[in-house]
């Protein structure tokens, strides 16, 4: 069967990259290949993930190509070299360029740790984003796949997923909890829901 092959964007410890790795392993990706991870950090444990997974890497690294547009060429060649059709950004915390996200249009998601549009933007990631849900207050939070376009965390929206905050959290038992009941979960799905959708276009 005809599969569309998948890069995951990751500059972290990739609990997202292992979360579409053990989903493709046990079958639930069928319509995606994963064919590269790449990384803006050499020190990235997701890169050992891939490496574990048998799976092609690529570094762009942020501090031996500190300029952005340079860096983004160096993805961009690497992702057309391994006949990319979907971009998987994945804990990946550098802003994509207008020019990077047209040229992947409707073909990069992004997983987000808080129900879009509260707590996201440019500043928000990471734990910064538990952070500011708990000085907020707010007893729901969650977890959003989107397409990623020109403007920081505001493409259309794929999937989300609500989780409680619970009394005594700090932005760290937060952030485990929304990985492990949320973004784990609606990011392998979303890869294979989108994969399926690319696939049913080209058979059109
Ligand atoms: C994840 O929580 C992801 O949603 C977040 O960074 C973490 C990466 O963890 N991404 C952002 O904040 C992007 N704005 P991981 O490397 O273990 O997947």
Not at 8 to 35: F, H, K, M, W, Y
Not at 36 to 56: F, K
Request: charged residues 20%; contains cysteine; neutral net charge.
């Amino acid at each position: 069967m005809n599969k569309v092959r998948v890069a995951v964007l990751c500059s972290g410890g990739g609990t997202n990259l292992q979360a579409i790795i053990d989903r493709a392993a046990a079958g639930g990706i069928p319509s995606g290949e994963l064919a590269l991870v790449v990384s803006d950090n050499a020190g990235a444990y997701a890169l050992e993930r891939a490496r574990a997974a048998h799976i092609a890497t690529f570094v762009a690294d942020k501090k031996s190509i500190p300029d952005r547009a340079q860096r983004e060429q160096a993805i961009l060649g690497a992702l057309e070299a391994h006949g990319i059709g979907l971009v998987v950004l994945a804990g990946f915390m550098t802003i994509l360029s207008e020019a990077f996200t047209r040229r992947y249009g409707m073909r990069i998601i992004n997983v987000h740790p808080s129900l879009i549009p509260s707590f996201c933007g440019p500043g928000f990631y990471g734990l910064k984003v538990h952070e500011a849900a708990l000085a907020r207050g707010v007893k729901v939070t969650g977890a959003t796949v989107h397409f990623v376009n020109e403007v920081c965390d505001g493409g259309p929206i794929i999937a989300q997923k609500a989780v409680n905050v619970e009394e005594g959290d700090t932005p760290e038992t937060l952030q485990k909890r929304v990985m492990r009941e949320a973004e784990w979960v609606i990011l392998p799905q979303a890869v294979e829901t989108v994969c399926a959708h690319i696939l049913s276009e080209q058979k059109e």
